[in-house]
């Protein structure tokens, strides 16, 4: 891994809202952005309704566009999360998501509610930024 994730004492404990607060990334390290993605399939259509399933999917598809450059989500370092119609009952379903893939070393995410995305069936989009050793 190229990078160090830190919860510095005297914050809270980011992880169970799935984030971190800091990560480090080395001098010379390489960076690789991947856009937006949201729960799409292969052909670009929304793959449920549902707002969870489309958080899953996501992910998914965060996965492959890093798998491209060799990476997976362990070299994420951080996520922008947008939501649309944002309330506290969507937070359990990304940090599921995300306690899933990172475990207790999850990536920084900042989390941004909107009144909508692409379009009107997208609920949910991840920005990502991976560092490649």
């Known amino acids: 891994m190229a990078h160090s994730i830190v919860n510095p004492a005297g914050l ?3 992880v169970p809202f799935g984030y971190s607060h800091t990560a480090a990334i080395p001098a ?3 960076l ?3 856009a937006g993605q949201y729960g799409s399939g292969p052909d670009g259509a929304v793959v449920s309704d549902e707002f969870a399933d ?3 999917q996501t992910f ?3 996965e492959t566009a890093l798998a491209a450059h060799g990476l997976d989500l362990s070299h994420v370092v951080q996520l922008r999360t947008y939501v649309v119609d944002h309330d506290v009952t969507k937070l359990g379903p990304i940090a599921g998501a995300v306690q899933e893939h990172w475990g207790t070393n999850p990536p920084t ?3 941004l509610g909107v009144a909508s ?3 009107p ?3 949910f989009e991840v920005e990502a930024i991976a560092a490649r050793p």
């Open 121 to 123: 069936d997208v609920l």
């Open 117 to 119: 995305l692409a379009a």
């Open 32 to 34: 690789v952005l991947v």
């Open 12 to 14: 809270h404990n980011p």
């Open 109 to 111: 995410q900042t989390l």
């Open 28 to 30: 010379g390290t390489e």
């Open 60 to 62: 998914r598809n965060i």
């Open 54 to 56: 489309q958080v899953k």
